[in-house]
């Protein structure tokens, strides 16, 4: 198993992108530890990876509450061991209209917040990993200066705020035998509302791929536990391009 005696924490773990990474780990033999807000959504993806022989365990935590993060990550830490993969895939809240539609505090409070749990998510699990001198970071979404797109709103510009955290994460952590991933992605279409709506943007992710196909969230989870793995431990301080060929990621 790639991920055999490792430990994960997954932030926005109830969510269908952090339970496909839940899902993933926990089948290469990690020890899963889901953290959200949302009991039920939690607990539905520590039960689907109990039935498949995985572990799994629940936190219920505001991840942007400092104080509750720090205190979590030192009992998971004091129950195994170490933190060995950590990832923040919290749902931020998308404004997707133009620019000029959105008030500016809204955008900036939207930023702000998805930039706030990043920060101390992120610093939670450094100061672990600092010491053990070892350890994955894992950023979902990337940045793709060559595709942008009319009607994103805050949301691109939250991904991209969020990857230069990522690369000066990277030049301060590598030096200590911490790696820095983000998984860049044209979007996961399987994630998207079934309403009319979303037939375009999600035709237009299909179009978009030279192999007239997007990735799913099984793929997501394929990816990120590889490259979370000692199989993948050339790979650091960079985007990994799971965009189906959609993203030229800059």
């Not at 924490?9 to 993933?24: E, F, L, P, Q, T």
């Not at 230069?164 to 030096?175: G, I, K």
């Not at 007239?212 to 000692?230: I, N, Q």
């Amino acid at each position: 198993m790639l991920l055999e005696n490792r430990t994960a924490v997954i932030y926005g773990g109830g969510g269908s992108i952090g339970g496909a990474m839940a899902d993933a780990f926990a089948a290469e033999g990690a020890r899963v530890f889901l953290v959200g807000r949302t009991p039920a959504t939690l607990e539905a993806v520590a039960e689907r990876i109990r039935a498949a022989g995985g572990q799994a365990e629940t936190a219920v935590v505001d991840a942007t509450d400092a104080s509750a993060v720090n205190d979590h990550i030192d009992a998971v830490v004091e129950k195994t061991g170490s933190v060995d993969i950590s990832v923040n895939v919290i749902t931020g809240e998308g404004l997707f209209q133009p620019l000029a539609d959105i008030s500016t505090d809204d955008c900036v409070a939207a930023i702000g917040r998805g930039l706030t749990t990043q920060l101390i998510t992120t610093k939670a699990a450094a100061r672990h990993m600092v010491k053990q001198e070892s350890g994955v970071l894992l950023f979902f979404g990337g940045s793709d200066p060559t595709h942008a797109m009319p009607g994103m709103g805050n949301v691109q510009i939250g991904f991209d705020a969020v990857e230069s955290l990522r690369r000066q994460w990277a030049v301060e952590l590598a030096p200590h035998g911490v790696r820095t991933i983000t998984l860049l992605t044209g979007g996961i279409i399987d994630t998207f509302p079934d309403i009319p709506e979303m037939e375009g943007p999600r035709q237009g992710i299909i179009n978009g791929s030279p192999l007239k196909r997007a990735a799913t969230m099984s793929d997501v989870g394929a990816v990120a536990a590889f490259v979370a793995s000692e199989k993948g431990r050339s790979i650091t301080s960079t985007q990994v391009n799971i965009s189906v060929g959609a993203c030229y990621g800059g």
